[in-house]
């Protein structure tokens, strides 16, 4: 049976999905404005900290849109974004659904906090980039189409493509493969992502015409060149090894947003 | 039988500065659902009615709803609480625990 979720129903203007949708979208709208206001401090302070971010990562020169997000990567799992500099992946308690890269100061987080400090801190630098909701699939057994959204990731320009980028799991780089489908650059992994437009729809205000403007853009990029994977991995050694080389500065960085970061932390874990 | 933690919040609906509730019960309990599937915690609410004394010595009656909640920790817990006491701008959020029995059949 069809779920809500399968995209051949909603695209086609299914009211039963855009109904459940348009009702998740309010209770969304909801927890929106009443944590705008319950965590206005805590938000003030964050967006500050994205600010300061942004400014470190800006004074490292790093010239692309890959680059940066390797860094945002690097400076994540490394703890200097993290109030006491430990960092757990998973699954958060500790979010705002209005700045969702939160948890990650409080020294947790899943794909979708990644995500949201990467877009962040990247819009801040004036890159473009665009979260992708999709589902992950490993196994080609399952139809993904009836499947929700269990996966998010960013679209960044590099070259004249568009790229998924993953800071969440291994900077994995992913391709256009059709207009709803992802595939790593990589020939090492099946794995495709499934674009979701619905939870677009819901978590960003999409509308139906956006969506398929997406699609359209999605599509004329599977036929683009894109980087070789060797090509990547030159550049993650490369970009790394800069990075290793500016500890120092990450250090300072750390200790100059301690207490920003604790009081964020306090905040969110009703301290 | 089981042994395990049952906890129950009390979550008065009543503005704590405008002493009204700013919206229907349906719509915290939609809130409640969604922040509890997002932080992975499985509950049972119930909707009923109140009264409480507020710091200042007023006396309000009011909607309001209990929220039970079994084999999380107690830091789940907590940052939930305060959570919601944030967003629905609560003077305070009553928090139970208790040592219960239960089984699955």
Known sequence: ?271 | METCDKYSLYIGLNDKDTLEQMMPTKRFIKIISKICKSQNIGFSIKSMNGGYIHNSGIYTFENSIELSIFGVTKEQIMTLAKKLKKIFNQESIIVIKEKVETSFV
């Open chain 1, 1 to 271: 049976m069809a779920s809500i979720y399968n995209e051949d129903l909603y695209l086609n203007g299914n009211k039963g999905s855009l109904i459940e949708f348009e009702l998740m979208r309010k209770t969304r709208n909801d927890i929106l404005a009443l944590e705008l206001i319950g965590y206005k401090n805590t938000i003030e302070n964050y967006d500050f900290f994205i600010e300061e971010a942004a400014k470190l990562i800006k004074s490292l020169n790093l010239d692309s849109s890959l680059a940066i997000s390797l860094a945002i990567s690097y400076l994540i799992k490394n703890g200097y974004f993290t109030y006491n500099k430990e960092f757990t992946e998973d699954e958060t308690t500790t979010e705002l659904l209005n700045r969702e890269g939160i948890s990650i100061i409080a020294g947790e987080g899943c794909c979708r906090n990644f995500s949201d400090i990467q877009m962040s801190i990247m819009n801040r630098l004036d890159y473009k980039t665009k979260k992708f909701y999709c589902y992950h699939q490993t196994t080609f057994l399952a139809s993904p189409k009836n499947e929700e959204a269990n996966h998010v990731l960013n679209l960044i320009e590099y070259k004249g493509n568009l790229y998924g980028i993953d800071i969440y799991n291994y900077n994995l780089l992913y391709r256009f493969a059709n207009k709803f489908s992802l595939v790593s650059i990589s020939k090492l992994t099946n794995d495709k992502l499934r674009y979701k437009p619905y939870c677009e729809m819901i978590r960003e205000n999409t509308s139906m015409k956006e969506i398929f403007d997406n699609l359209n853009l999605f599509e004329s990029c599977k036929n683009r060149p894109f980087i070789y994977s060797q090509d990547y991995e030159k550049i993650q050694f490369e970009i790394n090894k800069k990075l290793e080389k500016e500890n120092d500065r990450f250090d300072a960085f750390h200790e100059r947003t301690k207490k920003l970061k604790k009081e964020i932390y306090n905040d969110i874990k009703g301290k």
